[in-house]
């Protein structure tokens, strides 16, 4: 039977719960409230809360309210009535709340207690068919909730384009000012990579990343220091951070090479030239770490931490020290999950090898419409290729069971809608290690939903967060891509 196919996300994503187009929604009903223009409204970030709000925190009941005194309460939780608005978006009740601080730099200016003004816009979100709920928090900070089918399309959104939505933030009105050190980039040949991949037998320059555009792909292994890799990693990635919102397109429209090989869309394999040579086929101390630990984990090494000289033996996690070295790498020479870069690019390959296989396992019906895959190129990979492809394994320790609870597919959504505002976020405060923290939560999520849904068995059947699987696979993997190439760390696209 062919299930109907997801609503196709409209070119300005108008029916999607993005942050642009939470935050709009938020500046519109402030800007009724204090009674001016929403483009004469300061800029403030829309953030994500997991979890509910705190009992006494909501605005009360809007008589006006058309949804009516239960959707009004700002306690339109799983407690809420069964057949009222807000019960019926208790599915996506994990993928939690989208706070904005503007009431309260507002406030001032409109002469009016941030509070009263938060209650007054969350009034005016109410009724808007895009919100779940909406509610006045603390001292003036304004949530929605999103209703279900807008949390849908967001993930349609970014499964038919995952760079333009992980940089789209970067983009839109009141986004902050480049940093310093980031430049205009009006040209982006120096970031979308050189004609062939790097080769770690004739390295490029070894000026400083940020002295022109070669250093943007700054060779690492020629450094004369391990420390001095670190820098040309975090700055090259800074850069890259800094022009997401025209670099990522461009590298999915196939001008220039992802990390790691070909044109974006290309197959990347795990091959890494600097662990084929080996710590003796290099004579620098950041070669040989390199030779160790391969580059795709000293970059994501030198980027994980917050502080730009680590202290002598600082770890940035279990075994994962601030500044590996060949003769102690820690867990970043390993291949397991305790190695955070091991981690996230086995979970883009992994939701890639889970739609090549759900497509040959369970090829669509006549007539159904395939679920995309990253990018928007179509089917998911080998769907029509007639090969047997094998199920992706669980990861190890935990076996799936059955068909997803809300939760884990809620919560994975959720990690989706914060990509965008990290990457923005990373931008602003010139700090990748946000990037990197943020993938690795996103792969924890993927992970976590996917051992507990039915996507094991090539269901592709809408679940009861009304999203398809398989389109919630290629988001995944579409926004791990994405964020690992603003790091120069490749995606392997298979297992």
Known sequence: MAHPAAPPPTPSGLDAATPWRVDALIR??????????????PAADVRRAAGPAAPGDQAGPDPADPAGPAAAS?????????????GREAPFAAAGRCTSALPLRV?????????????????????????ADAAAEGPGFVAVTPAAPAWSALVARVAADPGTYLGGYLARPFASVPSADSGHLDDLDGLVGPDHPPDPER?????????????????????PTVAEARLRARAAARRRIAAADRL?????????????????????????????????????????????????????????SAGERPRPGELTGPDLPAL???????????STFDNPAFAVRYARAHALSTLRWAGAAHPPAPGDTPSPAPGGAGPAPGAADGGAAAAPPARPGRP???TAPPAPRAALIGALFDGP???????????PHMLVRYLEGLAIAYHDWWESSGVLRGETARGSGGDDALALCAAVAGVLGSGLSLLGVSAPTRL
Do not use: N
């Open 28 to 41: 519109d009903a402030l800007a009724r409230a204090a009674g001016c223009r929403a483009e004469d409204l």
């Open 74 to 86: 700002g306690r339109g939780g799983p407690s809420a009535e069964p057949g009222g608005r807000a």
């Open 107 to 131: 406030a001032a200016r409109a002469r009016r207690p941030a509070r009263g003004l938060a209650e007054a816009a969350a009034a005016h979100l109410r009724r808007h068919p895009l919100v």
């Open 203 to 223: 390295p490029g320059p070894a000026g400083p990343p940020d002295a022109g555009a070669p250093g943007t792909w700054a060779p690492l292994a020629d450094a």
């Open 248 to 304: 990522l397109p461009a590298l999915a429209e196939g001008r220039g090479r992802m990390p790691g090989g070909g044109p974006g869309g290309a197959e990347v394999s795990w091959r890494d030239p600097c662990l084929d040579r080996g710590p003796d086929g290099f004579t620098t101390a950041a070669g040989r770490l390199l030779g160790v630990i391969g580059e795709a984990s000293a970059r994501v090494a030198f980027c994980r």
């Open 324 to 334: 590996p070295t060949a003769e102690r790498p820690g867990a970043w020479a390993r």
């Open 400 to 402: 799936p069971s059955g």
């Open 421 to 431: 505002v990290v990457v923005r976020a990373a931008e602003r405060r010139s700090e």
